[in-house]
């Protein structure tokens, strides 16, 4: 079974400084993984996706992200925070194991603060 | 190209009454997605649609249940009301969901906000 987890659930920087977001997957399949952004009261955005092509994946707003399979990591990176970037993130895999689906099966999220 | 509406935005009911929340997807995407999100138990998936067949199903109770019209759009409906139901529903999406050979992207709507009293 596929499954997702986030190393950290805070994690705070300065604005100007490097971010980064830790994720490590389980899948008994070539997966798919997504990094996902929600704002307070908002629904959810995709940052950026890793479906098998390229291993470093960029995504909107500078987020960066890298496949690497041998550290069943996906962890997504920004080279200088923003004060706007202050938001939950969310590691994401598609559960591939039950056929076509629209399942996706999300880590617990990470709180991104952004200190000015 | 407008986004995923969700309707309505909050709700505030009663134990044990019944709730029914609705989706429009994207035009064109034929899968809708439900997820539930609480503080408690993150973000987890309740059940998919696909030209308005239930595709896959979450593990929760069948107090919850959901269906999907012919335009894409779909309901959800939560029967007999408990307090752990109040939760931020999440609907996703897509234009063929997700899985081996189909990772067509999910597009999130604002979600619901359902507490109950």
């Known amino acids: 079974a596929q499954s997702v987890t986030q190393l950290d659930s805070h994690v705070s920087v300065s604005e100007g400084t490097p971010v980064l977001l830790r994720c490590n997957y389980s899948s008994s399949y070539s997966p798919s993984l997504f990094w996902y952004v929600q704002h307070p009261n908002k629904g959810l955005q995709l940052l950026l996706k890793?479906?098998?092509?390229?291993?470093l994946v960029k995504g909107i707003n500078g987020f960066e992200a890298e496949f690497k399979k041998s550290e069943t990591s996906f962890h997504l990176t920004k080279p200088s925070a923003h004060m706007s970037d202050a938001a939950e993130y969310f590691c994401v895999v598609s559960d591939l194991g039950s056929g076509n689906t629209g399942k996706l099966i999300f880590g617990q999220g990470t709180t991104l603060q952004v200190k000015p | 190209k407008a986004g995923v509406t969700q309707t309505p935005r909050y709700l505030i009911k009663t134990r044990g009454q019944q709730v029914t929340l609705s989706c429009s997807p994207i035009?064109?995407?034929?899968?809708v997605s439900w997820y539930q999100q609480t503080p408690g138990q993150g973000l987890q998936f309740l059940f998919e649609y696909f030209s308005e067949t239930q595709r896959n199903k979450g593990n929760f109770p069948g107090r919850f249940s959901g269906r999907q019209f012919s335009n894409s759009r779909s309901e959800m409906n939560v029967s007999t009301l408990e307090l752990g139901d109040s939760a931020l529903y999440l609907c996703?999406?897509?234009?063929?969901?997700?899985?081996?050979?189909?990772?067509?992207?999910?597009?999130f709507g604002q979600g619901t906000r359902l507490t109950v009293v």
């Open positions: 035009s064109g995407h034929r899968s």
């Open positions: 996703a999406s897509s234009l063929y969901g997700q899985g081996a050979g189909v990772n067509t992207e999910a597009f």
């Open positions: 890793y479906t098998s092509a390229a291993t």
